[in-house]
C-alpha cells in the first residue's frame, strides 16, 4: 500500500491520489503513524514482514523460506528437515540456465515429482528426498534426516545464460557441508532423470521447454514459535490466497479461511473478502484480511492500478466497518511493506498505519496517506509492535512483572 | 549541532537563533525528525557515534578508544595488540599531575617517542612496546603479543593535583592482569626514561613543563568490521580532520580525501569541503563530510561562535546543493551527538536530523531546528537506522526475506 511520491502524478502516492473516504474516516479517529515492518531502511521479504507484524521478532524466529513453503502447502518438517523452495526449470546441455520456469509448465509437473521423490543419495548416507509439485512451476525439495543444516547458498542463480550454482556450505558446520552435498547431488540428478521423462518428450515434441531440471533457493527450517492463540488466549483466523502468507498464519496458529473468489490478484473479488471477515469476527478474536493486489501492482509499477486496488480496499473496508460492532471491534490498517511504482520491488520505507476503534486516542488527521500519518499521533513503531498493541486494546496481554 | 535553549539568547538554540535559507529549504522537502545517536540519555563519544552513524550498532561492535586511535595514524593492529590513547603529561616527584598536555608541547615529541619504544618489559614477558607521536602532545601506545586484554583501566587520572593511577584488570581474565602489568611498568619507566632526556631539560631551561610522563587511557583492539563497500557495494569516501574520525571512516571502509584549508578547527574552510564533496561525488557513492567547528563552540560553551559556524554550514550546504544532481542526490544533515554551550561536553540529547533528496516525503517544516523536527515527519530514530535509510534509498540494501 504505502509508496514514493510520483513527479508524474503531482508528487503523490498512490495512496494520497486515491478516494479513501473510509480509510479517512477511520484514520481521523484513530492512531496514525508510521511502521519499519523490520527496521528502518531494510526492504523486507513478505514472510520476514509477515513474521514481524504477528509479533514474532524475525531477527530471532525467521529460519529461511524453505521451511515456510514448505507449511504453506501442508508437508510436515521434523525440526531437522531442511527444505527447499524449488522451480521447475529448462537448462541446456551444458547446465546453463534457459528458463528459470520451464515455460511456466502447468501440466505433468506431478508426474515429474514423483520420480523425484525417494531418490536414494549416493554422496550422503540417511537422508531421505521428497519433492512435493505445487503450483504451477513451482515445488518443495524436502531433505528429511538428522545432522543437516539451513545454512546452505541457493543452486538457481536468479538469472539466465549462466550455469546452474553449486550450494555452498554458509557455515563452517558439517552439517552444511553435508546439507550442501546433498542438494548438489539432487540437483544434478533431477536433470538426469528429468531429461529423457515421457513428460518432458512430450513437451520437446510440442516445441515447448523441457522441465529438465530443479532449481531450489532459499534453505529453510520449520520456525519454532508459540502460536498466537497460546500467547493471547485469542482465537485467530486468517483470509489469504497468497501460499506464503497462508503458510506463516498457519504456523503463527491461525486457521487459513477460503475464500470463493479471492484470486491473489488485482481481480480478487474483495466485497467477497469483507463479507468472510464479517462472518469470521463471529467466532475468532483477531482475523488478518490479506490483500495482495496493492503489491502486485507496485511490482508491475502501475500506478493507476494500485490506486485502483487501494480504492477497492477502501469501499471493501467500508462494507467491513458498516456489518461490525463499532462498541467492541478494532482495525488496523497497514502494509506488510512497501512496493513502490518506481522500484517495482520492496523498498525499506516505513508503511503507513491507522489502528481505530473504542478505546484509541483520535489523531484528528484527515486523509489516510503517507504524508499525513507521518505527522500523526502514533509516531513510528516496529512492525513486531503491531500485534501486541491490538492484543493490549483486546485486553489480552499479560502483565510483564508484578 | 543540536544544543539546549538559552535563555540569555530567547531561549533559543545556536541552530534556531542562526540564518540558515539553505537547511530550511531542505527540510521542508525532506523528512524531518530526532536521532539518538546511540540511546535515548545516552551521551555517546565521537567514536562510538560515528559507529552507529554508519550502521555499526555500538554496543555489538565498539572496541574502545585505543583501537582506532591507532587506525587514524595508520598503525597497524593484529586482532590482540592493544593500543591506548596518550598525552605526553607533566608530573611531580611524587607522580603527582602538574599539566595534562606538558604545557601543550609541540616540539622534541618524536625524540621522546623514539626513546621509549621498543623498551623491554620485566614483569611481562613477549610483549613489544610500540609508541607514536601524533599530534601536539598525544600520542598512541601499541602493546603487542598474544594473551593481552582491552579490559583495563586508565593510568591518566583526568584531573590535576592527583597522582597518577596504576591500570587494573576490568575483569577476572589473566589477560587482563598481564595487560595492567605491563601498562603500569610501561609508565613508570616512560617517567624515568623522559625525565632526564635533553629535549626536557631543555624546556626546563626554558622555563616550559617537561613532557616527563606518559598518560595512557582508552583501551582498545581493532574493531572487527564488515565494510560499507562490501555490505551495500557502494564506493564510499569521507571529508574529515579529526584523527579519531578519520580513523573509524578508514576501518569502515571509506576512503580519506584531504582538503587544503580544513582544519578541524572555527577556521576551517567550510567552502573547499564543499567543492571538495562535489568532486567526490563524481566517483563515490556516498560521501560524508564532517565538520567538528560547531562542537569545539559546544566545548567552549561560546554560543556565538556556534551560530557562526552554523552560519557556514548552511552557506557550504548551499553550495553543496547548486552543484549536485537533484534527480539523484540524497543529503542528510545531522550531528553526531550535542555538545550543548551550556554544558560544555557531550550530552545525551537527541539530535535534529534531515534527509532530502528526489523520493522522500516532505515534511512541510519551515525551520531546521531542534523544536520543529521533533514535529517532523521522520519521527526518532536511532543513530544505525540512518545508514541503512540512506542505503534504501539508493536501492542498495539486500532485502531480509524473500
Known amino acids: 500500500m504505502g509508496d514514493r511520491p510520483q513527479r508524474d502524478y503531482g508528487n503523490r502516492t498512490p495512496l494520497e491520489a486515491a478516494y479513501t473516504p473510509h480509510l479517512d474516516r477511520l484514520v481521523k479517529g484513530g492512531w496514525a503513524g508510521l511502521m519499519d515492518p523490520v527496521d528502518p531502511g531494510i526492504p523486507p521479504g513478505s514472510d520476514v514482514a509477515h513474521f514481524s507484524i504477528f ?15 514448505a507449511a504453506g502447502v501442508g508437508i510436515k518438517l521434523a525440526p531437522e528437515d531442511v527444505a527447499f523452495r524449488c522451480n521447475f526449470s529448462t537448462t541446456d546441455n551444458n547446465l546453463v540456465v534457459v528458463d528459470r520456469r520451464a515455460g511456466r509448465i502447468r501440466n505433468g509437473t506431478q508426474e515429474l515429482a514423483k520420480a523425484l521423490t525417494g531418490m536414494q543419495l549416493k554422496t550422503v548416507q540417511d537422508v531421505t528426498v521428497e519433492f512435493v509439485q505445487t503450483i504451477e512451476h513451482r515445488g518443495v525439495l524436502v531433505l528429511r534426516g538428522s545432522g543437516l543444516s539451513r545454512h546452505v547458498s541457493d543452486v538457481d542463480p536468479h538469472q539466465l545464460n549462466v550455469r546452474v550454482l553449486q550450494s555452498k ?11 550442501a552435498d546433498a542438494v548438489n547431488e539432487f540437483t544434478s540428478r533431477s536433470n538426469e532423470v528429468l531429461k529423457d521423462h515421457p513428460v518432458n518428450l512430450e513437451r520437446i515434441r510440442q516445441g515447448e521447454k523441457p522441465a529438465n531440471i ?5 534453505a529453510g527450517t520449520f520456525p519454532q514459535l508459540t502460536p498466537l492463540s497460546t500467547l493471547y488466549g485469542v482465537r485467530t483466523g486468517c483470509i489469504a490466497v497468497v501460499a506464503l502468507v497462508r503458510g506463516i498464519c498457519k504456523i503463527a496458529g491461525m486457521e487459513v479461511i477460503d475464500v470463493k473468489g479471492a484470486t491473489g490478484g488485482l481481480d480478487t473479488d474483495f466485497m467477497a473478502k469483507a463479507d468472510a471477515a464479517t462472518r469470521a469476527l463471529e467466532s475468532y478474536d483477531y482475523v488478518l484480511l490479506h490483500v495482495k493486489a496493492t503489491d502486485v501492482a507496485g511490482h508491475d509499477g502501475n500506478f493507476e ?7 477497492s480496499i477502501d469501499k471493501m473496508i467500508g462494507k467491513l466497518i458498516d456489518a461490525a460492532d463499532p462498541s467492541r471491534t478494532y482495525i488496523a490498517v497497514t502494509a506488510d511493506h512497501t512496493t513502490a511504482v518506481s522500484v517495482k520491488d520492496h523498498s525499506g520505507d516505513p508503511v503507513p498505519l491507522l489502528i481505530a476503534g473504542p478505546d484509541v486516542i483520535p489523531s484528528e488527521v484527515t486523509k489516510f496517506c503517507e504524508k499525513t500519518v507521518s505527522h500523526g499521533n502514533l509516531g513510528r513503531i516496529r512492525g513486531f509492535n503491531l500485534t501486541p498493541i491490538l492484543m493490549n486494546y483486546l485486553g489480552k496481554t499479560s502483565k510483564f512483572g508484578y
Not at 214 to 218: A, F, Q
Not at 305 to 311: C, N, P, R, V
Open 169 to 179: 556450505p554458509l557455515d563452517n558446520s558439517s552439517e552444511a557441508r553435508r546439507t
Open 305 to 311: 492500478a494500485k490506486q485502483h486496488a487501494i480504492e
Open 214 to 218: 530443479i532449481l531450489s533457493r532459499g
Open 55 to 69: 509479533g514474532y521478532d524475525p531477527y530471532k524466529y525467521y529460519t529461511g523460506r524453505g521451511g515456510l513453503e
